[in-house]
């Protein structure tokens, strides 16, 4: 994943990964793994630092799933051994399976209790966010009324977001646009600027003929004979040309000049529109929690060259976790044909009657690249309704209840192609569910070795809100102020040692942690890593020392601000490939 900021990150180790059987508290579990002799006079302990390089992987797919029951009430007592995932049509087995609650990060934070230290008094807590909303406005589509309806939708669902949301609002013409925040006033006085900024006008030029941008395509990518027929009558008919094939003539030419500039035009908005949903997207793939954006527009043409930019959307969302949800900004859809208040403006009726078809097939198109792109990413697709306050509401909340299903995909093939995913819930005695969950993900077009997986795989782990135990791992916060205006954050990272596997290799003990120290703003943005790695060789007499405390403790410094912020560590070990995620957060005065 590529960020704007420098990262320095920082890899750092010490025991190994818990041990499938409770292991015997004076003789640490041995692998039966060979190794290259080591150095007897090699250091027992030794840490280093580099710049870590992340890179996107699929080897270990995650799934969230919202299970309903008939009534539409969250299901949030099921087991592992409820679910089912088919892979393409193949069952897989799930590796990995968390129950997450609105609410529970916050909960988890302050149970937290910073005894381990030294000097300089534990952290303050913060609320941790936990969910990131960013609405999209297509401000290039959109009429001002519908970005006036939709705007105070919005507006009406920030004064009810939760203490643990953060919101932005972006717009498709890149027009005062607000990054992720809980300040609600700023994020109002953004709405209030909403307006039209179409750069090229494409619902249709004021010319002669009259062609929209459907009408366009069809008239110059199409070849389409009915709509040319139709269009070079109107050309003839409402610009005097005469009644001769020199006129003919004209009129077809200058129908081929108007349909190519409408066409170069809706091109242009339609890219513009894609962009910025792909940027918004790979945007939100940076945000430590649940991402959802809300997509408002009243759809927009997408003609057949733009499937690959509209896959590459999906694609990015997927891998991203994050979720399009799509609100059609027209609300209740009115048929161009039964619209009076729509001006004609064509000279002949013949004409009028074939443009009003190709709008409505105009208009159902651009409902269709809306509902693609929710229903592609697991989203949803609110349509055909006036009340967009409602539709917002839905949109931009999420269950209160979700299970995380992981699995690895058994045979991958590396040629990037698209897996559906498919989730089956069993219960006894049998009930009836409904289920929300991703329909499918990426292949990768490469192999990754063991360290960019297990580097992929803390990736993942560092953006994301889940919390993984494997590892007995404890996280504890303190800070240090030096002034007003200069402090430093510092990250303990405590490990039980009596619970780690270790693989035994010439008289010495050894194992490698990985632990990776993510710092983010008061609103979820992210700041920097440190990533250190601490390679273990321990001969037996220390390992038996340490057998007795149990505790190694690993310890992280920020440079900051005085400020509010929230910290993501992240624990991986060499021998049992196991990892844990915790939470934290700090408020300096």
């Known amino acids: 994943m590529a960020f704007s900021h420098a990262v320095l990150i920082v890899w750092m180790t010490a025991a190994g990964a818990q041990s499938q059987t409770q292991p015997q508290p004076a003789t640490p579990a041995a692998s039966a793994q060979t190794a290259a002799p080591i150095d007897k006079n090699a250091p027992e302990m030794a840490t280093k630092e580099a710049p870590a390089i992340f890179k996107t992987r699929v080897d270990l797919v995650s799934v969230p799933v ?17 679910f089912q995932i088919f892979d393409n049509g193949k069952a897989q087995e799930i590796i990995r399976f968390s129950l997450e609650k609105t609410g529970d990060l916050a909960a988890k934070a302050a149970k937290t209790v910073d005894t381990a230290p030294t000097e300089g008094p534990p952290a303050a807590r913060i609320d941790i966010p936990e969910r990131f909303i960013a609405y999209l406005f297509d401000d290039i589509h959109a009429s001002l009324g519908e970005l006036a309806q939709a705007r105070d939708a919005v507006s009406k669902q920030l004064l009810k977001q939760a203490k643990t949301d953060r919101a932005a609002i972006f717009t498709t013409s890149g027009q005062n646009q607000v990054e992720f925040t809980d300040d609600i006033e700023k994020l109002q006085a953004a709405l209030l600027l909403l307006r039209n900024r179409s750069i090229t006008g494409t619902g249709g030029m004021a010319t002669c003929p009259q062609i929209s941008y459907y009408m366009a395509d069809m008239i110059v990518n199409k070849n ?27 009129a077809a030419a200058q129908v081929q000049s108007i349909a190519r500039q409408v066409l170069s035009a809706g ?15 790979r945007r939100m793939g940076a945000m430590p929690g649940q991402r959802i954006v809300v997509l408002i527009s009243p759809g927009f043409f997408s003609a057949e060259e733009f499937h690959q930019e509209k896959s590459d959307i999906m694609d990015a969302a997927i891998r991203s976790s994050v979720i399009v949800n799509s609100l059609d900004a027209r609300g209740l859809w009115n048929d161009p044909r039964l619209d009076a208040s729509r001006p004609s403006g064509a000279a002949n009726q013949g004409f009028l009657m074939v443009r009003q078809d190709y709008d409505r097939m105009s208009a159902q198109g651009q409902g269709d690249v809306l509902g693609e792109m929710a229903y592609g990413t697991g989203g949803s697709l609110y349509a055909n309704n006036n009340d967009l306050t409602e539709g917002v509401r839905q949109l931009a909340n999420t269950p209160e209840a979700h299970y995380v ?40 077009r490469k192999a990754s070795d063991p360290e960019e997986t297990a580097r992929g795989e803390m990736e993942e782990a560092l953006f994301s809100i889940d919390e993984l135990r494997d590892l007995p791992v404890e996280l504890h916060t303190q800070f240090f102020k030096a002034n007003d205006k200069e402090a430093t954050i510092a990250v303990v990272c405590r490990v039980d040692a009596r619970q780690l596997q270790y693989k035994k290799a010439d008289g010495r003990n050894n194992n490698i942690l990985t632990i990776l120290s993510g710092l983010f703003d008061h609103n979820g943005n992210f700041i920097s890593a440190i990533e250190k790695t601490v ?12 057998m007795n405390t149990g505790t190694l403790t690993f310890r992280t410094n920020f440079p900051v601000a005085p400020g509010s912020y929230m910290l993501r560590l992240v624990v991986r070990d060499s021998e049992g490939h196991q990892m844990s995620a915790l939470n934290g957060s700090v408020a300096i005065q």
């Not at 040319?228 to 094939?245: G, I, L, R």
């Not at 390679?535 to 340490?546: A, C, F, G, N, W």
């Open 66 to 82: 919202v299970v309903r029951d008939s009534k539409g009430r969250i299901v949030d007592t099921l087991t592992k051994e409820n």
């Open 224 to 250: 389409d004979p009915t709509a040319t027929s139709y269009a070079n009558q109107e050309a003839w008919s409402c610009t005097d040309q005469p009644s001769n094939a020199q006129g003919a003539s004209a």
């Open 267 to 281: 091109e242009h908005d339609t890219h513009l529109t894609l962009g910025v949903l792909k940027d918004v997207v």
């Open 405 to 444: 299903l992981g699995f690895g995909p058994q045979n991958l093939k590396l040629d990037g192609s698209f897996h559906s995913l498919k989730v089956v819930v069993k219960t006894v005695p049998p009930m009836s569910v409904n289920l929300q969950a991703r329909r499918g993900y990426y292949a990768p």
């Open 535 to 546: 390679d273990i060789k321990m001969k037996d007499e220390t390992m038996s020392k340490l």
